[in-house]
């Protein structure tokens, strides 16, 4: 059952534009909600991340917004660069068992052209 | 954040053999985690691994197919056995909580 649900699957954006991730969640039991980074040939790496108390977080040209009641997040990438194209995974955590689970999205192709 | 290196980087393996991966941390950590993330897929959880004691599979995974190894608290191993093709993935090892943190990951192709 997938319980992170991540669209598009690929995205093309011009170089200045904004690319926007989108995921959804069904699990409320989910209280931590990081965006993964992944280039070819690498592990994915933690890029942001937000708590459910928490509408929106914003680190550099990366912003996540959330909404609670939606069960949705987002990723904006402002005034992408050709440097971001990557695999950028979303994922959500709660505790299972005694330590904390994480369900990754399927995961979105970004290429963002010059 | 933790430093993990994986070895192999990437192998090509004959279907029915097997291939170990190791994992090993810069820092001694509790549990380790181990993912597969087949070509241009997502990443699914194997097994949890915890220093002292026997692995914890999700549902799909056995430990005859996918023995792990913590001997102790900077190392595991993870065995792909009896591999076929579809075992052609990358396979991860993790560390962290809330927050994961990767190692490079091993290509595996099966032939």
């Known amino acids: 059952q997938q319980q992170v649900k991540q669209s598009p699957q690929s995205l093309i954006v011009q170089k200045g534009g904004i690319s926007i991730i989108n995921c959804a969640y069904e699990?409320?039991?989910?209280?931590?909600f990081p965006w993964y980074q992944q280039f070819p040939g690498k592990g994915p790496a933690l890029l942001i991340a937000?708590?459910?108390?928490?509408s929106e977080k914003k680190e550099g040209r990366f912003t996540i917004s959330f909404n609670k009641s939606a069960k949705q997040f987002s990723l904006h990438i402002m005034d992408s660069q050709p440097g971001d194209s990557a695999t950028y995974f979303c994922?959500?955590?709660?505790?299972?068992?005694?330590?904390?689970?994480?369900?990754f999205g399927t995961g979105t192709k970004l290429q963002v052209i010059p | 954040s933790a430093v993990i290196s994986q070895k192999p980087s990437r192998d090509i393996c004959q279907r029915g053999t097997s291939l170990t991966i190791q994992c090993q941390v810069d820092?001694?950590?509790?549990?380790m985690f181990w993912y597969r993330q087949q070509p241009g897929q997502s990443l699914t959880l194997i097994a949890t691994?915890?220093?002292?004691?026997?692995?914890?599979?999700e549902s799909g995974f056995v430990i005859d197919k996918f023995p792990i190894s913590r001997p102790n608290l900077t190392f595991s191993t993870l065995t792909v056995s009896n591999m076929s093709p579809e075992d052609s993935s990358i396979y991860l090892c993790?560390?962290?909580?809330?927050?994961?943190?990767f190692g490079p990951g091993t290509r595996l192709t099966v032939l």
């Open positions: 994922a959500a955590s709660g505790n299972s068992g005694g330590y904390q689970k994480v369900t």
């Open positions: 820092s001694q950590v509790t549990m």
């Open positions: 691994a915890n220093q002292g004691s026997e692995a914890t599979y």
């Open positions: 993790s560390v962290g909580g809330a927050t994961q943190y």
């Open positions: 937000i708590r459910p108390d928490v």
């Open positions: 699990n409320t039991a989910f209280d931590y």
